[in-house]
């Protein structure tokens, strides 16, 4: 973690969605409840995900998609995140997730899955607790 405490989050968009303004609001909403946020943009590789959570040291990948491609990416990404020394760090998703894919995500190490109207309250609090974090 920071020397300083706050919880770095690295928020990610995998593949080849173009939209994020649900990513950049949540972006938002943890920066406003004290954690540093990296953003990476949009149609990023797993490795560059990877790579960006190595290089920053976050504490916590959050994942953004609503391209429909979750399911191919995702596990790239937990994968790489293993390869790397990172597979402690917990892994968060959003975006258009069909509920019949959260079990398997689940199983594959994605610690929360947040669909559309998820509050971002709800998203905080997980995430400070996914981090050993006090919820605010």
């Known amino acids: 973690m920071a020397p300083h405490g ?39 590789t797993p490795e560059m995900i990877v790579e960006t959570a190595l290089q920053e040291d976050v504490d916590v990948i959050g994942l953004s998609i609503l391209s429909g491609a979750h399911m191919e990416l995702f596990p790239l990404i937990v ?21 019949e894919d959260v079990t398997t995500l689940k199983k594959l190490g994605i610690k929360g899955v947040f669909g559309p109207g998820t509050s971002t309250k709800d998203i905080i609090n997980f995430i400070n607790s996914a981090a050993g974090q006090k919820s605010q």
Not at 25 to 31: C, F, G, I, Y
Request: glycine residues 16%; charged residues 30%.
């Open 6 to 44: 706050a919880i770095r989050v690295l928020v990610a968009k995998p593949g080849l969605d173009g939209h994020d303004r649900g990513a950049k609001v949540v972006a938002r909403a943890l920066r406003d409840a004290g954690m540093e946020v990296i953003y990476t943009g949009i149609r990023q």
């Open 79 to 99: 994968e790489g995140l293993k390869k790397k020394g990172l597979g402690d760090r917990p892994v968060v998703a959003g975006g258009i997730i069909p509920e």
